[in-house]
C-alpha cells in the first residue's frame, strides 16, 4: 500500500481504497499529460501571428525604403526576409508586389523564400488566392515559391494549373509536379499527354509532360495510349504508386550538334564572328593523324562556320512541318532570317539559302542577339552557339541580368554550344540558369 497527497488530503491508496479516491483525482493525472503534448506543440510549431512590435516594423520599413533610394541589393533582399517575419496580410502583398516589379535575381530569390514563411490564416489565404486566380506573374512567383512546401494540399494545386491556357504556366506546373515526385498527378499528366497528341503539339511540353511520367514511374512511352494502358496494369497492383524499372527516356527529334531538338517553337542563334573561320581538328577516328589534323590540311569542312551552317541546314530539314522557327546571326550586330517566326513547312527553302550566304567576320555582339531572340513571342526554346566570350556591348554578367529579366516569366529553355575559346562558365551559367545544358563542340 502507498500513500499520496491529493488536494491537501493524506489518501490510502490501495485495492480495497481506490474507490475514495476524488473522481477529479484521475481528470488531472490525465490533463497532466494532455498539457504537457499542448506545451510541446506550442513550442515546436510556428506562431500563426507573430506580428513585429510597431516600432520594429517601422524602422524596417524605413530601413528598406532607404535601400531602395540608394539601390542596395543586399540590404534590400536581407530586409524583405526579415519583413517577412511580421506573417502579415500586409507585409504577403508588399512582398509579392515586389517579386513581381522588382526584376533583379537576388531580390527575386529573397522574395520566394520570404514568401514561404506566412502561415496566418489571412496571409496565407491570400496567397493561395493569387496562386489560384492571379495574374501570370503572381501565379508563377507563388508556384515557384510554393514548389517544395510539404503536404498534400499543394499537389492538387499544381495539378489544376494543368488545365492553364498560358504555356509558361503548363510548363512550369509539369516541371514541379515532377519535382515534387507526388504520384497522384500521374492520371492528370497522361491526360495532358492525350490532350497534346490531340491538338498534333509534340513539341517541348509534350516531350517535358513524358520527361515528369518517366521521372514518377521510371518507365517511358511515346504516345498517350500506351502509357493509359500500362497505368489500367498498374492500378490494379497492390502497389500502383510503387516506381518500377527505370527505362531511359526516349528523345525523338532532328539532332543539331549534340542535342535533340524537340521543341516545335525553336529560335537558333548562331555566332558568325571572325574566329568562326577557324579550322578545328579531328577528334578521333582515321582522320585524326597529326600530319593530317595541321590547319593547312584541314579541309574546308572543319571550319566552324562551315560546320554550324551544315547542321542548321539538316535540322531545319528535318523540322516537324507544323513547327516554327527563326534563326539569328550575330557578329557586331544581330541579323534576323525573319522578323517573327515562320512554319517549317512553307519556309524551309528560303531559311535555308539564308544559311547558306552567312559568311564570318566582326567581332561577338552576344547582347544584341539574344534581345533580337526575346522578340520571337511564340518560341519556347533557344540555341546558342558561339566560340568566343562577348565582346561588343554589354559583358556577360549584364547578359544574364538581362536574359533573368526577358525570361523569368516566358521560362523559355535556352541551350548553349560553346566551339574551343568560347566562355564556358558564362554559357553554362546561361544554361543552367534556364533550364538547358551547356555542350562542348570539337
Same mark, same amino acid.
Given at each position: ?6 488536494f491537501?488530503?493524506?489518501?490510502n491508496?490501495?485495492?480495497?481504497s481506490?474507490?475514495t ?6 481528470f ?32 524596417l520599413?524605413q ?19 526579415q ?6 496580410l500586409?507585409?504577403?502583398k508588399?512582398? /509579392? ?6 526584376d533583379?535575381?537576388r ?19 491570400? /496567397?493561395?488566392s ?12 507563388l508556384m515557384?515559391?510554393?514548389q517544395?512546401?510539404k503536404?498534400?494540399e ?6 489544376e494549373?494543368?488545365r ?9 506546373a ?5 519535382k ?9 499528366l497522361?491526360?495532358?499527354?492525350e ?9 517541348l ?19 498517350p ?19 518500377t ?16 531538338v ?16 577557324e ?5 578521333g577516328?582515321?582522320n ?9 590540311n584541314?579541309?574546308?569542312s ?18 516537324p ?24 513547312s ?5 531559311a535555308i ?16 542577339a ?7 513571342k ?13 565582346t ?5 554578367g ?5 536574359v ?20 564556358r562558365?558564362f554559357?553554362?551559367? /546561361? ?12
Amino acid at each position: 500500500m502507498r500513500k499520496t497527497v491529493f488536494f491537501g488530503r493524506l489518501e490510502n491508496i490501495g485495492e480495497e481504497s481506490v474507490k475514495t479516491c476524488s473522481p477529479f483525482f484521475y481528470f488531472f493525472q490525465n490533463i497532466r499529460w494532455i498539457c504537457a503534448l499542448l506545451s510541446t506543440y506550442l513550442l515546436l510549431s510556428p506562431p500563426l501571428s507573430a506580428k513585429l512590435p510597431k516600432k520594429k516594423l517601422k524602422r524596417l520599413l524605413q530601413r528598406y525604403n532607404q535601400a531602395v533610394r540608394y539601390e542596395n541589393i543586399p540590404k534590400m533582399a536581407s530586409l524583405l526576409e526579415q519583413l517577412a517575419e511580421d506573417n502579415s496580410l500586409r507585409m504577403a502583398k508588399l512582398i /509579392l508586389k515586389v517579386a513581381v516589379s522588382y526584376d533583379h535575381p537576388r531580390i527575386y530569390r529573397s522574395c520566394l523564400f520570404a514568401l514561404r514563411k506566412f502561415n496566418h490564416p489571412k496571409a496565407k489565404a491570400y /496567397l493561395h488566392s493569387k496562386l489560384k486566380n492571379g495574374t501570370p506573374p503572381q501565379q508563377i512567383i507563388l508556384m515557384e515559391a510554393f514548389q517544395f512546401q510539404k503536404g498534400k494540399e499543394y499537389t492538387p494545386k499544381y495539378i489544376e494549373k494543368l488545365r492553364s491556357s498560358n504555356p509558361s504556366i503548363l510548363r512550369l506546373a509539369v516541371e514541379i509536379l515532377a519535382k515534387r515526385q507526388d504520384p497522384s498527378a500521374i492520371p492528370a499528366l497522361i491526360q495532358l499527354l492525350e490532350k497534346q497528341q490531340k491538338r498534333k503539339r509534340q513539341g517541348l511540353l509534350y516531350f517535358e509532360i513524358r520527361k515528369a511520367l518517366h521521372r514518377l514511374t521510371g518507365q517511358d512511352f511515346l504516345t498517350p495510349q500506351e502509357w493509359k494502358q500500362y497505368w489500367q496494369q498498374r492500378k490494379k497492383k497492390s502497389s500502383p504508386y510503387a516506381r518500377t524499372v527505370v527505362r531511359q527516356i526516349q528523345k525523338k527529334g532532328p539532332r543539331f550538334f549534340t542535342e535533340t531538338v524537340v521543341s516545335d517553337r525553336v529560335v537558333f542563334i548562331i555566332d558568325i564572328s571572325a574566329s568562326m573561320e577557324e579550322k578545328d581538328p579531328y577528334q578521333g577516328g582515321e582522320n585524326s593523324s597529326p600530319s593530317s589534323n595541321t590547319p593547312s590540311n584541314l579541309p574546308n569542312s572543319r571550319m566552324r562556320i562551315e560546320r554550324a551552317k551544315n547542321q542548321l541546314i539538316q535540322v531545319i530539314s528535318q523540322l516537324p512541318p507544323a513547327a516554327y522557327f527563326n534563326i539569328i546571326a550575330f557578329n557586331d550586330k544581330a541579323y534576323y532570317w525573319s522578323p517573327r517566326m515562320k512554319k517549317a513547312s512553307t519556309s524551309r527553302k528560303s531559311a535555308i539559302q539564308w544559311v547558306r550566304q552567312l559568311r564570318p567576320k566582326g567581332l561577338t555582339a552576344t547582347y544584341a542577339a539574344l534581345k533580337q531572340a526575346f522578340h520571337n513571342k511564340k518560341a519556347d526554346t533557344f540555341y546558342l552557339l558561339s566560340d568566343g566570350e562577348p565582346t561588343v556591348g554589354p559583358g556577360t554578367g549584364e547578359i544574364l541580368d538581362f536574359v533573368f529579366k526577358q525570361n523569368r516569366f516566358r521560362k523559355i529553355k535556352i541551350y548553349t554550344m560553346g566551339f574551343p575559346g568560347a566562355n564556358r562558365q558564362f554559357m553554362a551559367t /546561361l544554361a543552367t540558369n534556364n533550364g538547358g545544358k551547356y555542350s562542348d563542340i570539337r
